[in-house]
């Protein structure tokens, strides 16, 4: 394939550049360089300068006010986000329904739900995972029994990113018993202020608030939250899952961490009057870092461009994840000792708390904690090496 940019490409890459110096909200980058956590309020913020400038809805076409960006300009886009270091597209409203209400949503869902993604005036959660259905996910048991123009849900969905913080949730849930599990789901979306829903947190070992535990209750959601057709559920929620496993590539933070960490390790002792950056063995782990995230780029590239096959997708999932495992090792190698603190950075002035430790040392300690569930979430690398091993078979056997 042709990697080589047209002089339009280079000049849209140095306008987001540009946007991101000068016209974008300084105090949020300075907020993400000093490691302080992004409220709701301010991803709201980041995602409204976004939007005005008409780059926030990324995959969705432009007649629903996407950007409708080539594959080229989406990648170009999120390079430089990840370079400026901006927080983050929340990807559940943004990456993960919303092209899917584009895709199967009525028209009326479409005018309903669309701009207020877009405008960040609601914010969504993803309904997946159960207490007994997580890898296996079609094992799902969270039912909704149609009752006239309504469904009754009752059941339990869990490390639920970002429920304290939404407003919708959209819910793979079992509208009907089949011989193949795969059959009878169904994507329905309902308001978290429904009455019989409630939001639990789950607290992470460092203190931190992400996932939640959403139970819900005899809970009364129109029939027109429906997305799609009935027992559908699965192939939409497929056809999510490979928008979300291709999200996690983020090559531009990955070679921004890669090249903060050459740096530091210029200036980190390792002990014997000499710096990190001397050791053998410890450069030639970045090094490889390197090499890997170059291999990376080419097969991101690949698929985002459709020249790969659909298990590429999977297989590009497990080695971005595992690459950004990688990464955060090497920052907890040059973290030392001073990774044992865990310090509160919910509050101003949180590096007060243990003057002695580099403020670098407990954001990469909580990055590599929470980095663990990569190889986890959006399906397991168990579960993709499987997706790729059926790939293959059927493809021998043809």
Request: charged fraction near 25%; include cysteine; aromatic fraction near 8%.
């Amino acid at each position: 394939m042709d990697l080589t940019l047209d002089p339009a490409d280079r000049a849209f890459a140095d306008e987001v550049r540009d946007f991101f110096v000068a016209d974008y909200p300084q105090d949020l980058l300075a907020r993400m360089r000093a490691g302080i956590p992004m409220t709701r309020a301010d991803h709201v913020r980041s995602q409204q300068a976004l939007n005005a400038r008409g780059w926030l809805g990324v995959g969705w076409p432009a007649e629903h006010g996407g950007t409708g960006w080539t594959p080229v300009r989406r990648y170009l886009f999120e390079q430089e986000l990840e370079r400026a270091g901006a927080p983050a597209i929340i990807p559940m409203a943004v990456i993960y329904i919303g092209p899917i209400i584009c895709a199967f949503g009525t028209a009326e869902q479409q005018a309903r739900w669309l701009p207020d993604i877009l405008e960040s005036r609601a914010l969504w959660a993803q309904g997946y995972s159960e207490p007994e259905s997580g890898s296996d996910l079609a094992s799902l048991r969270m039912a909704a029994v149609r009752d006239g123009d309504d469904y009754i849900l009752d059941g339990t969905k869990i490390w639920t990113s970002g429920a304290h913080q939404a407003d919708w949730i959209f819910c793979l849930v079992r509208t009907s018993r089949e011989a193949r599990k795969q059959d009878g789901i169904s994507m329905i979306c309902a308001d978290l202020r429904s009455p019989g829903i409630r939001v639990d947190p789950i607290v992470s070992i460092d203190g931190s608030h992400e996932l939640n535990r959403v139970t819900f209750d005899r809970v009364r959601v129109p029939a027109a939250n429906r997305i799609g057709e009935e027992g559908r559920g699965w192939h939409y929620a497929n056809v999510l899952l490979s928008a979300e496993r291709v999200s996690y590539a983020h090559i531009g933070r990955k070679r921004a961490d890669l090249a903060a960490i050459r740096k530091l390790a210029a200036k980190r002792p390792r002990g014997d009057g000499r710096s990190m950056a001397d050791d053998p063995a410890f450069a030639a782990r970045v090094a490889r870092a390197e090499m890997r995230l170059d291999a990376l780029e080419i097969s991101v590239l690949r698929v985002l461009a459709g020249d790969a096959a659909p298990a590429a997708v999977s297989g590009l999932k497990i080695a971005c994840t595992e690459q950004a495992q990688a990464i955060t090792e090497l920052w907890m190698d040059l973290a030392g000792r001073d990774r044992a603190p865990f310090l509160d950075r919910s509050v101003d002035g949180w590096e007060g708390q243990a003057p002695a430790v580099p403020a670098f040392a407990a954001t990469r300690t909580a990055s590599y904690l929470f980095e663990r569930a990569q190889t986890i979430y959006g399906g397991s690398t168990e579960v993709q090496k499987t997706i790729v091993w059926r790939h293959l078979d059927r493809a021998n056997r043809r």
